[in-house]
């Protein structure tokens, strides 16, 4: 079993940064690719952005310039630095991890950006 702990997020002003960490532990190696999604009442959760292990990070168009996704194999463990923050980021982001060709999400975490 895999889990994911998260930190990070939390109250800031338009334009203000955050930054967020997912941990995978347990029987976390082989940890393919590690994303960060978002959702917000109402709407279809979305991926933010992704990165494999190895691979180059990928990015939605809402971010890209803006958020910057990173990892560290060594500790299973992927960072989302945010800045330039935006209203419209504001939602709940839940760390996602491919297992072994399995599925596993954080609890999620409360980003919450004022205008």
């Known amino acids: 079993q895999v889990q994911l702990v998260e930190s990070g997020g939390g109250l800031v002003q338009a334009g203000g940064s955050l930054s967020l960490s997912c941990a995978a532990s347990?029987?976390?190696?082989?940890?393919?690719?590690m994303a960060w999604y978002r959702q917000t009442p109402g709407k279809q959760r979305e991926v933010v952005a992704a990165?494999?292990?190895?691979?180059?990070?990928s990015y939605a168009d809402s971010v890209k310039g803006r958020f910057t996704i990173s990892r560290d194999n060594a500790k299973n463990t992927v960072y989302l630095q945010m800045n330039s923050l935006k209203p419209e980021d504001t939602a709940v982001y839940s760390c996602?991890?491919?297992?072994?060709?399995?599925?596993?999400w954080g609890q999620g975490t409360q980003v919450t950006v004022s205008s």
């Open positions: 996602y991890a491919n297992v072994r060709q399995r599925a596993y």
């Open positions: 347990g029987s976390s190696s082989s940890v393919n690719v």
């Open positions: 990165i494999a292990s190895g691979g180059s990070p």
